[in-house]
């Protein structure tokens, strides 16, 4: 993108990190967000009292863009994974950045629309009323994800139980409890880091019958 | 097909519909988007949290399926013509250099899908009984224990250094001082769970023989009765439970009191090495804090008058440490035994920050000062101030406390 090559923009919102340096911490107040030009920054999230990986992100990448919209807690921390070099923006100075930055702009939009559509799909499973209802639906929610998947095949979601808990808003030992006796059913086939969905299509059709109900 | 209206959009195609025609479906997958140019259109969907349909015009100018187009998701909506309309229809390609021609369309984007984010966000939070149970402040705390623990002590280092800035005067800011100094001295063994402060100790009042200090400048009735009405709290905005978080004043007493083997030469927290930049306002705050920890009142006193004179405020938290540094002064010079400039002190940062969560401090430390030249009546005055004010907190039971040994002679 053009706007990395610009070593003015470099000098005024430049900033530098070292390896395992924070660059902000879940929870901390947002007011800022970041353009990635150089270097790897790692988003985790302390979740159970073990630090999971979120995402990796790369060169081009942007982070922290929820600050644009309103200072508010960080839902995640960022960690550089090597000598990373950052454009630092803060809310107030957006509409001029915006101006000059029409690429960003773009940008911009599209991680938008993303995690729109992302939340609003976590939102369907959370209103959901049974549990197992839901977990079903975290895992209609995950083979959306991947276009390539063949859903009238078994399916493979790499997933742990852990994560499933929390897309669900649920307890780990109910999911656990949930899981295994969809296991026992023969539905799925449960493993550490991942699960084997043997009929998306019969979830989703029973996700789906139970949202339609849902309201009427 | 033509698109004389719009200039610099060539290559966009036009497309007539009939009343009644379906532009796209909800669940339809489709790259392309639309800008209305005449006619009527009407996206139907379902809101999510209560089944209920909603129904939304487009306007004249306006552009549809921008979200699942760009998103690459199914449609959410159903998109339908009312009257002959006309739409000229985008691929991904030209509303990409339809956008990067005009920004001002993109901003005003972002801006609807921020709300769409943050209302989709609420809920979320409401469905899953989030809303009051997070408290930002006490989990950033805890983000630190977490790292401390695992002996990631870099990392803890910075959430507890975070904690600081944002909330010097929260809960677990004493808690956060010690392991950053334990982390700085590199005695990081053990690792026990803090657990939230209890009620602070009242300060000692200075004792002072000399009760020549003319006092009469200064009566009640000289701050603004607006410090009684409960401050809005720039935590708030965080969800911070105000009434949780005990005073820095004394908090910090009896912190740095206990610390017999401070070694906290200068600045501790100078040189940092995470890119954010020279010495702030936080860095020197802390310094001050540092320095008024080791009785070093006339050090703390230099430092925190300099952040008084800084006057481009970098953000809300250097804000409030400016506001907390006014009411510091005063604190410093109680120390030192200068009562009327103390009380200076006081009365200017109530005066000027009248709204301030530190006002009810502040008429407390009035009512410190009072006592110590001996002036009951009116310590007692401001003791009875203090002893209403919302939130309530541990100065309310220190200044009952105090009210009462006065009574009691």
């Known amino acids: 993108m053009s706007m990395f090559l610009d070593s003015q923009l470099f000098d005024k919102f430049g900033v530098e990190y070292s390896p395992n340096d924070i660059i902000f911490c879940e929870y901390e107040p947002g007011n800022e967000f970041y353009f990635i030009q150089n270097g790897r920054v790692k988003i985790v999230k302390i979740i159970n009292n073990t630090e999971k990986t979120l995402d990796i992100l790369e060169v081009g990448d942007v982070f922290g863009e929820m600050a644009i919209l309103e200072e508010q807690p960080r839902s995640a921390s960022a960690i550089a994974m090597d000598h990373v070099k950052l454009l630092r923006f803060r809310r107030e100075n957006f509409d001029a950045l915006l101006q000059g930055n029409p690429q960003l702009a773009y940008k911009l939009l599209i991680i938008f629309s993303k995690r729109i559509y992302d939340a609003k799909r976590r939102l369907m499973i959370l209103l959901l009323e049974e549990p197992q209802v839901k977990v079903m639906d975290v895992m209609c929610m995950l083979s959306e994800q991947d276009p390539h998947l063949d859903l009238q095949e078994a399916i493979t979601l790499r997933v742990t139980i852990q994560e499933v808990a929390n897309w669900a808003g649920m307890q780990i030992a109910d999911v656990q409890k949930i899981l295994s006796h969809l296991n026992q059913l023969g539905k799925i086939e449960l493993f550490n880091d991942r699960i084997i969905v043997k009929n998306i299509r019969d979830f989703q059709r029973i996700v789906n019958s139970r949202r339609k109900n849902m309201f009427s | ?409």
């Open chain 2, 1 to 409: 097909m033509s698109n004389g209206a719009m200039g610099q959009t060539s290559g966009i195609v036009t497309r007539r519909y009939k009343h009644g025609s379906i532009v796209y479906f909800e669940n339809d997958k489709s790259e392309y988007i639309y800008i209305l140019k005449g006619g009527r259109v009407i996206l139907t969907s379902l809101k999510v949290d209560t089944g209920e349909e909603v129904k939304e015009e487009i306007k004249p100018g306006e552009f549809f399926g921008v979200k699942s187009s760009l998103g690459k998701y199914p449609r959410e909506e159903t998109a339908q013509t009312i009257g002959e309309t006309v739409l000229l229809v985008l691929t991904l390609a030209d509303f990409e250099r339809l956008v990067l021609q005009n920004v001002n369309v993109v901003r005003k984007m972002l801006r609807i899908f921020s709300n769409q984010l943050r209302r989709i966000g609420k809920s979320q939070r409401e469905v899953l009984g989030e809303s009051e149970a997070i408290n930002p402040a006490e989990e950033l705390f805890k983000i630190g224990e977490y790292y401390y623990k695992v002996g990631r002590v870099q990392q803890a280092q910075y959430a507890y250094k975070r904690y600081m800035e944002y909330y010097p005067d929260g809960k677990y800011s004493g808690a956060s001082m010690q392991r950053i100094r334990a982390i700085e001295s590199g005695s990081t063994g053990g690792g026990d769970d803090f657990m939230p402060p209890g009620p602070a100790a009242p300060p000692s009042p200075p004792v002072r023989g000399d009760d020549t200090v003319d006092f009469t400048d200064f009566s009640i009735e000289d701050e603004k009765p607006a410090a009684a009405a409960p401050s809005r709290s720039p935590l708030d905005d965080f969800g911070v439970d105000a009434a949780s978080s005990s005073p820095l004043a004394s908090e910090m007493d009896d912190f740095f009191s206990e610390g017999k083997s401070l070694d906290f030469d200068g600045d501790p927290f100078g040189g940092e090495a995470n890119g954010k930049g020279g010495k702030g306002v936080a860095e020197n705050f802390y310094a001050a804090m540092s320095k008024f920890s080791q009785e070093e009142y006339q050090g703390a006193l230099a430092l925190y008058a300099g952040i008084l004179e800084v006057h481009n405020l970098k953000n809300d938290s250097e804000a409030k440490i400016f506001e907390k540094a006014h009411f510091e002064i005063g604190r410093c010079y109680l120390k030192l035994g200068k009562f009327t400039e103390a009380l200076t002190a006081f009365s200017n940062m109530i005066k000027k920050f009248p709204n301030s969560e530190n006002v009810k401090n502040a008429l407390f430390h009035m009512g410190v000062v009072y006592e110590s030249v001996k002036k009951a009546d009116k310590a007692a005055a401001y003791y009875n101030r203090v002893i209403p004010m919302e939130p309530k907190d541990s100065i309310n039971k220190l200044a009952a406390k105090r009210l009462k040994a006065i009574e009691n002679g």
